[in-house]
């Protein structure tokens, strides 16, 4: 499959060559006008977006695969973020083994998938409106004591 010259150049042909699913994405028809509706979108830095999306790795970290440590963290997380939790469901996986599970967000998710037995936990935080993500991190940071915590930011939908 050949590369597009300009990502935002897709027409419909292309991307559904691109989905492994064959559904072509839809387009919007009419994108109203900033501030004519309440949609929850940020706006910061002259740009209106969706959301802020946080992916973090969390590594030489501990607790992992404790249940009770995941759900407080997660529970916390969303608190300090000013976010309202909808419902937690996590599971995790034979005695010692990792955790994967998720909170449910009115503003979006936090996500966690962790490998105790490489000391590594990846976390996604999604939020939008005026929650703010970058709370979620100190948290986490208390919950699981990394040595190292990386995080990389996407601005999601960010409004043409």
Known sequence: MAALSNPLDINHEEARLRHADGVTPRTASHVMPSGTVHDHFV???????????????????????????????????????????????????????????????????????TWPERAYAAVDVFMCGDADPHKAIGVLRHAFGPRMLTVSEHRRGVMP
């Open 43 to 113: 706006e910061r830095d002259g740009l209106r977006f969706a959301g802020t999306h946080l992916v973090i790795d969390l590594w030489e970290a501990s607790n992992l695969d404790d249940i009770e440590v995941v759900e407080t963290a997660l529970r916390d997380a969303a608190v300090a973020a000013g976010a309202t939790l909808l419902k937690m469901d996590l599971h995790s996986f034979t005695p010692g083994g990792g955790i994967t599970g998720v909170a449910v967000l009115a503003e979006s998710h936090i996500s966690i998938h």
